[in-house]
Nanobody, 126 residues
Framework: QIQLVESGGGSVQAGGSLRLSCTAY????????MAWFRQAPGTEREGVAA????????YYTDSVKGRFTISEDNDKNTVYLEMNSLKPEDTAMYYC???????????????????WGQGTQVTVSS
């Protein structure tokens, strides 16, 4: 079993930055793919970014490319999401998720992720 614990959310003005952290506890050897999803009220959960731990290959949704960076510290079992140039449309609950591996065609499909954190709120004001 794996437990994911997120931190780092908060409120920021447009153009600001935040860094989210997600630490994995338990049998983490079975998960080679860590991702961040977000969900705003009334919308579907959206894949934001993912990273394959073994080779650090990264994946991003188009709307955050060039602004967000996903990274990992394997020694700490922690994945980060550095968010810069934040926009009001980035406002959402952000969730960390884990699965066996990342694949180009399915990294953003929430149903394929077995493990989820409790979420951390990010609010960007204009």
């Amino acid at each position: 079993q794996i437990q994911l614990v997120e931190s780092g959310g908060g409120s920021v003005q447009a153009g600001g930055s935040l860094r989210l952290s997600c630490t994995a506890y338990g049998y983490t050897y079975s998960t080679n793919c860590m991702a961040w999803f977000r969900q705003a009220p009334g919308t579907e959960r959206e894949g934001v970014a993912a990273i394959r731990i073994s080779d650090r290959r990264t994946y991003y949704t188009d709307s955050v490319k060039g602004r967000f960076t996903i990274s990992e510290d394997n020694d700490k079992n922690t994945v980060y999401l550095e968010m810069n140039s934040l926009k009001p449309e980035d406002t959402a609950m952000y969730y960390c998720a884990a699965r066996f591996d990342c694949y180009s065609e399915s990294w953003s499909k929430s149903l394929d992720f077995a493990y989820w954190g409790q979420g951390t709120q990010v609010t960007v004001s204009s």
